[in-house]
């Protein structure tokens, strides 16, 4: 093939034969002359930085996806860390998804570094420019949610991202691991009925939040197959707080027909349940049988102990784990949504009521 077979554009990129088709990654400088705009725009792009026009972006985003970018030789590579992103750090959820992330971060030797968001569902505006200038080798995001552009942003640098038990409905293209959190309401839920409970209270998490709403949901599907109507008086909204069992139980059991058993989306909520009923001279599971979420460590170790649904954090955090690698490696993954299996785990805090209703 002779040299005039080849074209050459002016921004000096090598090209394929006759079609003017680029060959390999464009420089940050070839990428410019092709939209008309100056490098340090790009540069912006590349970087996640927020101060440029949408469109200019697009272009920008539109020619890296069809060519590739090529990075400067002195670009550091990425480090040899996992980035595990709470929303907020509080109790033993957290620490059983430290435990899974950390189990596979030994296994490919790469460190573990924490972020919390102070409680924000969604990372602040700077969250996105410390993350590229750290330039991890993956982040798992803990029950959050990243916008378009955060995504977009992290995407663009190579970062591969994971998100575990979502606050949201995660966008198409995001990874995600969550557990079987609607069948985990069904079965707390049909262990009460089966007990005889008629009357049964539910103290949910936030409405936002995407699990709270799957198990609320297996509850109402419980209920409506046993023929068992909900009282809207019993479904209180929380927060995952035992705080927010605590301020709930007590208003539920003030009721002129207080429930004969409470399910809570989480742990936290029944350790609330558990005080209220204390103060109200009610014993578990006698006159009041409760039903948590989770099977944390100190399930096991209240009086009575929690029956509770077996929600499995630490393996949901390894594989979490496992596909950021996997994705850092530049390998596909068998499935972008994975859902772990939820299990009952019946202890000594449900028991038949007292005083059993007809439905």
């Keep these: 093939m002779s040299s005039t077979d080849r074209s050459t554009p002016a921004d000096g990129t090598p090209t394929g034969p006759v079609t003017g088709t680029p060959t390999g990654p464009l420089t940050s400088a070839q990428i410019a002359a092709r939209v008309g705009v100056s490098v340090a725009t790009v540069s912006k792009v590349v970087n996640g930085r927020e101060d440029v026009a949408p469109r200019t972006r697009a272009l920008v985003e539109d020619v890296i996806r069809r060519y590739g970018h090529q990075r400067q030789k002195r670009a550091a590579r990425p480090a040899a860390v996992l980035e595990l992103v709470f929303r907020q750090i509080r109790d033993s959820y957290h620490i059983e998804i430290i435990k899974g992330v950390q189990r596979v971060a030994r296994e490919h030797r790469l460190a573990l570094v924490l972020s919390e968001l102070q409680g924000r569902q969604t990372p602040g505006l700077g969250w996105v420019e410390d993350i590229l ?89 419980a209920m409506g197959t046993a023929g068992v109507p909900v009282d809207p008086a019993l479904v209180r909204v929380g927060d995952y707080r035992a705080e927010e069992g605590l301020t709930h139980a007590r208003a539920l059991l003030r009721l002129p027909e207080p429930p004969t058993a409470i399910f809570t989306c989480n742990d936290a909520l029944a350790l609330g349940v558990y005080r209220a009923a204390a103060e109200a001279g009610l014993r578990i599971p006698d006159d009041l049988s409760v039903v948590g979420f989770d099977d944390l460590r100190p399930a096991q170790w209240t009086v009575p102990p929690l029956t509770t649904v077996h929600q499995p954090l630490a393996a949901m955090a390894a594989t979490a784990a496992t596909m950021v690698v996997r994705l850092a490696r530049g390998e596909p993954l068998t499935q972008t949504r994975v859902e772990l299996a939820t299990e009952l785990v019946v202890r000594d805090s449900t028991a038949p009521p007292r005083h059993r209703h007809t439905a």
Excluded at 150 to 165: A, K, N, T, Y
């Design 133 to 221: 200038y750290r330039r991890p080798t993956g982040i798992i995001e803990v029950f959050s949610v990243l916008t378009d552009t955060q995504s977009r942003q992290l995407r663009g640098r190579g970062i591969p991202f994971v998100l575990v038990d979502p606050n949201g409905e995660p966008a198409h293209a995001s990874p995600s691991v969550g557990a079987s959190n609607w069948s985990g309401g069904l079965s707390a839920t049909r262990h009460l009925i089966g007990l005889g409970h008629r009357r049964i209270a539910v103290i949910t998490g936030p409405e936002d939040a995407l699990a709270s709403r799957a198990r609320v949901d297996g509850f109402r599907t």
